[in-house]
C-alpha cells in the first residue's frame, strides 16, 4: 500500500490536538483546573503546548513505525444506499403432498449481496444466500404463493418479486407395510438404493447415499434387529443423502436399517445391514531403553531394557538384510517373548549386514514406534549414518529435504504439558518422564522410507540410540515415544529420513537438556534479549506521550490552583 505521509501526519496531529482540547475543556469543567480571570488564554496556552507535543512526538511515532516493518493502515469509507436488483421468482414445484420446491434467480449488488428472504403467503419462512429452497412441513391440497426479495450487507432491500403460487398435491393412501426394493422394481417410478457408503470413526458413523427417485428417508439403529437406540428422520425430498450417527462406542457392532419414502409417500426398505465403530485409540506404549549389540564373527546378541509400566509386555524382534524394519511384520520375526536379550546365532554368515527394530507390545495391543540398531562383520552401529555405510557418524553435515518445503517447525516434541519444535531457543526435558517426538503425516511425501530419531547418551557422547518414527493410528503424525531416560545432562536429538532407494534424503538436529526431577528453578532466568525487549517497551514513543501528557496536565493543574488561591 502507498501511503501519502503528509496527509498522514496532518490527520494524526489534527486527532491528537482535538483529543487534548476536550480532555482541558472537561478538566475545566469538572473544576480540576479554574482560571477565573484568563480562562480563554489558559485554553489557548494549553492547546498550543499540547499541540507542539504532538507535533514533535507524531511524526517520529509515525515514522518509526514505517521504519520497522509494522505500519499498515486499513481504512474503508462505504456510504452505499443502493439496493440489490430485484430477484424473479422462476418456479414452485410441488415435489410431494408436504413439499414444495422454490427457485429464483440471483440478484446482483454495487457492493456486497448479502441474502434473499423467502416468503410464503406474505410471511417471512427463510433466509438464505442461495437460489433455492426445499418448503417441507406443508399441508396436503393447499395452495401456497411464494415472493421474494434481496439485501445486501448495508441491509438495502430489493423490491419484491413477482408471486407465484402451486397446489400441493392429495395425501397419500393409508402408510403400508414397508416392502423390499427386490419386490418392486420392476415398476419404472419404484424408489431404489443405487449407492451407499459408511464411514466409521471411534464414536460415529456416516451414511451417504443415493436413491434413483426423490425421497425422504427414516435411519434406525441399534445392537440388534430392535433398532431400539436411536434413529434419524428426514423431511425433505432429495435423490442425494448424508447424515451423520453419533454418541456411538468404540469397537461396537450396529444394525441398522434405512427407510425411504417416496413423493407418493409409500416407504420402501432401501437396505439393512451392519457396521462396526474403529477401537479406541491408545496412546503407543515407551520403546524398549538402552538397546545394546554385540558381534562376535558372525553371531549377534542384542539386548534391552522393558520401558517403566511395560515390564510384563511382550518384546517382537524383526530383522532385515534390506533396511530397518518399519512395521512388526516387515521381514523376519526372529524373537517374541518377555525376556531382555536375544542370541542371533549365525544371522551373518550370508549377509554382512543385519538390520533390527525392537518393538514393544502393550496389554491392549498397541505397539510402540520400534527401536533400531544394525550391525556387520566389522562393526556395530545404530541408526546415526546412511544404511550401507560402514560406520556411524554423528558429525555428518546437515541435509534439507530438496523441492518440498519442509521446515524444522515441523519436528515437534511434547512431553506433558510442554511443546518444543527444532527451532525452539533450548529443550528442557524431564529425565522421570516419557516423551514424545512427531512429524504430521501431511510434511513428508508418501514416498518415504522410514524416519529414524536418534538420541545421544548424555553421560557418553560415544552412544546413541535410536527408534523409528512409525505413523499413528488416525494416520495424522509420525511418531515414537520415547522412555524416561534416566540420566541428566546435555544430549542431542537427530533425526533423518529415508526413501525407499534407502538413502537419506533429510538430516536435521537439535541440543536438548536432560533436567533431574527434583530440580527446582528458584528464580527466573533472564536472558540478553529479554532485557532488550523490556527497554525497548520504556523506550517506546507511546510510552513517553503518556508521561509527557500526564506532566502537562499536572503543571496546568498546579499553575491553575496556585492563580485560583493568589486570587
Not at 496527509?7 to 469538572?30: A, D, E, G, M
Not at 437396505?271 to 465403530?277: P, S, V
Not at 509420525?478 to 533425526?495: H, N
Request: hydrophobic share 35%.
Amino acid at each position: 500500500m502507498k501511503i501519502n505521509i503528509i496527509n498522514l501526519i496532518l490527520t494524526s496531529l489534527t486527532i491528537f490536538f482535538s483529543i487534548c482540547v476536550h480532555l482541558v475543556r472537561f478538566l475545566q469543567k469538572n473544576r480540576f483546573m479554574y482560571n477565573p480571570i484568563s480562562k480563554g488564554n489558559f485554553l489557548r496556552r494549553t492547546g498550543v503546548a499540547l499541540f507542539m507535543v504532538g507535533l514533535f512526538l507524531v511524526p517520529n511515532i509515525i515514522w518509526a513505525q514505517i521504519e520497522s516493518g509494522d505500519f499498515t493502515i486499513s481504512a474503508q469509507i462505504v456510504n452505499d444506499l443502493v439496493p440489490p436488483t430485484t430477484p424473479t421468482m422462476l418456479s414452485v414445484v410441488p415435489i410431494a403432498y408436504d413439499q414444495i420446491d422454490v427457485t429464483w434467480s440471483a440478484s446482483t449488488d454495487n457492493f456486497l449481496l448479502g441474502g434473499y428472504v423467502l416468503l410464503r403467503d406474505g410471511n417471512p419462512v427463510a433466509t438464505t444466500t442461495l437460489t433455492t429452497y426445499l418448503d417441507t412441513g406443508l399441508t396436503a391440497s393447499t395452495t401456497y404463493s411464494y415472493e421474494v426479495y434481496a439485501f445486501d450487507v448495508f441491509y438495502n432491500l430489493s423490491t419484491t418479486s413477482n408471486s407465484l403460487s402451486t397446489t400441493t398435491p392429495n395425501p397419500p393412501p393409508a402408510t403400508p407395510t414397508p416392502t423390499s426394493t427386490s419386490q418392486t422394481n420392476t415398476a419404472t417410478r419404484v424408489l431404489a438404493l443405487q449407492d451407499l457408503s459408511i464411514e466409521t470413526e471411534i464414536n460415529t458413523a456416516v451414511f451417504s447415499w443415493q436413491t434413483n427417485n426423490r425421497s425422504r428417508f427414516v435411519l434406525r439403529w441399534g445392537r440388534n434387529d430392535a433398532y431400539d437406540e436411536g434413529y434419524i428422520m428426514n423431511d425433505a425430498y432429495r435423490t442425494s443423502h448424508q447424515t451423520l450417527v453419533g454418541e456411538l462406542e468404540p469397537g461396537t457392532i450396529y444394525l441398522y436399517e434405512l427407510i425411504g419414502y417416496g413423493t407418493n409417500g409409500i416407504p420402501i426398505t432401501l437396505k439393512k445391514g451392519q457396521f462396526k465403530t474403529k477401537d479406541s485409540i491408545s496412546q503407543s506404549p515407551s520403546n524398549v531403553q538402552n538397546l545394546q549389540v554385540i558381534v562376535q564373527e558372525n553371531d549377534i546378541t542384542l539386548s534391552w531394557e522393558k520401558p517403566i509400566g511395560f515390564e510384563g509386555s511382550t518384546i517382537r524382534v524383526v530383522r532385515s538384510h534390506l533396511g530397518y524394519p518399519s512395521d512388526p511384520y516387515d521381514g523376519a520375526i526372529v524373537y517374541e517373548g518377555k525376556g531382555n536379550s536375544f542370541y542371533d546365532k549365525s544371522s551373518l554368515e550370508v549377509y554382512g549386514k543385519q538390520y533390527y527394530t525392537v518393538f514393544v507390545y502393550a496389554d491392549d495391543g498397541a505397539v510402540s514406534s520400534g527401536a533400531v540398531v544394525r550391525a556387520g562383520r566389522k562393526y556395530v552401529a545404530t541408526a546415526t549414518s546412511t544404511p550401507g555405510d560402514n560406520e556411524g557418524n554423528l558429525e555428518e553435515e546437515l541435509i534439507e529435504i530438496p523441492d518440498f518445503g519442509f521446515s524444522v517447525e515441523n519436528i515437534l516434541v511434547k512431553q506433558g504439558d510442554s511443546f518444543f519444535d527444532f527451532k525452539s531457543e533450548r529443550i528442557y526435558l524431564d529425565n522421570s518422564k516419557s516423551f514424545i517426538i512427531s512429524i504430521p503425516y501431511s510434511a513428508l511425501p508418501k514416498h518415504l522410507k522410514s524416519i529414524i530419531v536418534t538420541l545421544l547418551d548424555p553421560t557418553d557422547m560415544n552412544r546413541s540410540y535410536s527408534f523409528l518414527l512409525r505413523i499413528n493410528k488416525d494416520r495424522t503424525a509420525y511418531e515414537a515415544t520415547i522412555a524416561p531416560i534416566k540420566l541428566y545432562g546435555p544430549s542431542r536429538l537427530q533425526i533423518e529420513i529415508y526413501d525407499y532407494e534407502r538413502e537419506i534424503v533429510g538430516r536435521y538436529r537439535k541440543h536438548i537438556d536432560f533436567i533431574a526431577s527434583e530440580t527446582e528453578l528458584v528464580e527466573e532466568v533472564v536472558f540478553p534479549d529479554k532485557i532488550v525487549g523490556i527497554f525497548e517497551r520504556i523506550m517506546s514513543p507511546l510510552f513517553w506521550i503518556f508521561i509527557i501528557i500526564l506532566l502537562i496536565i499536572f503543571l496546568l493543574y498546579r499553575r491553575s490552583k496556585e492563580t485560583e488561591d493568589n486570587h
